[in-house]
């Protein structure tokens, strides 16, 4: 797909896919908005692959992304929960980021992102009070993913370089609560241990000094 332009507007770009099958960006149905620019598909990647490290069948998650990095993660017992956690982290940056969700988007949280100025929103999937809210935000753009990706599963990744280019697997490890091993004198409550592996997991996504 040929793009307006790349990360700088005198760079050309163009969006390709492969022969993987991984919901995000890539298999994404695009219900709304105008066309995704490069920097767009970029951060949606970035949030999508964080938001779902996050089982939604035990919390609700939601990813607030700015140039690559996230200025925003959270956990909740709904997504508007999660929502508004998320938010609450940096509501500055937020204005004009990324937004993706673990579960299904409703219309409670889609009345609340709709108070915000909002580059792309990503689900795996949106109800219909949820798409007629949003529907008003012209310039958003709602990505139905149809799913979420497996943090677990294998790949590769390229970044080029001069010359040539670097080809790795996919960053697929995880850090659970058996295998840690705590070293201190004092032991960590549960507050304490559930705060790290959370953190744990989204410092994994980030782009800079984390």
């Known amino acids: 797909q040929p793009l307006r332009y790349g990360e700088n507007p005198h760079q050309q770009a163009a969006f390709y896919v492969t022969g993987q099958v991984r919901p995000g960006v890539a298999t994404a149905e695009q219900l709304q908005g105008k066309e995704l620019s490069y920097n767009n598909i970029n951060d949606t990647d970035a949030a999508y692959e964080l938001v779902a490290e996050f089982d939604p069948a035990a919390s609700a998650a939601c990813a607030i992304i700015k140039h690559a990095n996230p200025c925003g993660v959270a956990l909740g017992s709904s997504l508007a929960d999660a ?16 937004l993706a969700f673990n579960r299904t988007l409703d219309r409670e ?30 310039n958003l753009r709602l990505l139905i993913a149809g799913g979420l990706p497996d943090p677990a599963s294998g790949g590769l990744l390229f970044k080029s370089v001069a010359g040539g280019f670097l080809a790795q697997s996919r960053d697929n490890g995880r850090i659970g609560g058996a295998s840690l ?30």
Not at 110 to 116: M, W
Not at 182 to 209: G, W, Y
């Open 109 to 138: 949280t889609a009345e609340e992102i709709a108070r915000l100025f909002t580059e792309v929103i990503i689900a795996p999937d949106a109800d219909e009070e949820a798409r007629r809210i949003l529907a008003a935000r012209r």
């Open 181 to 210: 091993r705590i070293v201190t004198r004092r032991q960590p409550t549960d507050a304490e241990r559930s705060d790290m592996l959370f953190a744990f997991t989204v410092c994994k996504h980030v782009k800079s000094n984390t």
């Open 83 to 98: 929502y508004r956690k998320a938010l609450a982290c940096d509501p500055v940056s937020a204005y004009g980021g990324i």
